[in-house]
């Protein structure tokens, strides 16, 4: 069964700092998508960041970058010049194919991000 | 941009109660999805559907129904509600098929069973 394992229950850091956000799955698929998404305290989900797992390059969107390590199934998060407003719930997603042309995304359990002024 | 509208952000009910959440998106997408989000659990799939009138089990269905007579709502119905059915459940939508289409979420709506 695919899975996705998020590590850090909860970080802080000091705004302008660099923070990295783990994230390892499991999968035997060879084609498949991962994501980044972020929960502000107000709660509305929205995507960072994804991946696609063919594509050797890592991807980049503005100060936030990802480390993809396929053979190590590894998906981490960078988050470059940490501001305020990047306090959030980071979650980790692995799109999988269900079934035909039906797709899923797995969810790790997610990692609370606080940055202290 | 995509604009995925739950009906309430907090609703509390009582024990035994069918309880309705609606959810509406604007962007003409095929696919909506029903989660309930809980601390240390992530987003777990309830229901998904991929087309009018078209619906899948997720993960966790047992004690969930849900409707889509029309393709901008999608609606997740609580037949008989129980405590432990008390989370935070979200709306997503996504257009048509394939690997890299990110999925696009509504603000929650935080239930309470009592």
């Known amino acids: 069964a695919q899975t996705v394992t998020q590590s850090q229950p909860e970080m802080s850091v000091q705004e302008a700092e660099t923070v990295t956000l783990s994230c390892t799955y499991d999968t035997s698929e060879n084609n498949y998508y991962l994501f980044w998404y972020k929960q502000p305290p107000s709660r509305q989900m929205i995507l960072v960041i994804r991946q696609e797992a063919y594509k050797q390059q890592n991807a980049t969107e503005n100060r936030f970058s990802v480390n993809f390590q396929k053979a190590a199934k590894s998906f981490s998060l960078k988050i470059s010049d940490s501001q305020l407003g990047d306090t959030a719930m980071y979650f980790c997603a692995f799109m999988m194919n269900r079934a035909g042309s039906n797709y899923q995304l797995i969810w790790g359990a997610g990692t609370k991000l606080i940055i202290k002024p | 941009d995509v604009k995925v509208t739950q009906s309430s952000r907090y609703l509390v009910k009582r024990t035994g109660e069918k309880v309705f959440l609606e959810c509406v998106q604007d962007m003409d997408h095929e696919n909506m999805f029903w989660y309930r989000q809980d601390p240390g659990l992530g987003l777990r799939l309830i229901y998904f559907?991929?087309?009018?009138?078209?619906?899948e089990k997720g993960d966790i269905p047992e004690g969930y129904s849900v409707s889509r007579e029309k393709k901008e709502r999608f609606s997740l119905i609580l037949e008989s509600a129980s405590t432990n059915q008390t989370s935070m459940y979200l709306c997503a939508s996504s257009p048509g098929t394939g690997l890299r289409q990110p999925q696009h979420f509504g603000d929650g709506t935080r239930l309470s069973i009592l």
């Open positions: 559907s991929y087309d009018v009138k078209m619906k």
